[in-house]
């Protein structure tokens, strides 16, 4: 009679292979934390209706405002 063992985590049991999935998990997040305009969304909210008419732009645009170069909103 024959046993045999079987790893399925090929990171785990491989520690390089482990430290490179990580460290592109975390350049993804990295990345994506980057993209995001959700700061910038914020930053025009806190801003009084005065203050974004001085910008030019309405509250209810702040969003397309924020994304106007990305999407054709």
Request: charged letters at 25%; zero cysteines; proline letters at 1%.
């Amino acid at each position: 009679m024959a046993y045999t063992a079987t790893n399925t985590d090929f990171a785990a049991s491989h520690p390089i292979f482990a430290r490179i999935t990580s460290a592109l998990k975390s350049f993804g997040m990295a990345y994506i934390e980057a993209r995001s305009r959700q700061g910038e969304i914020a930053a025009l909210e806190s801003l009084s209706d005065a203050e974004l008419a001085e910008r030019g732009i309405k509250r209810g645009d702040i969003v397309r405002h924020v994304f106007a170069d990305t999407y054709y909103l």
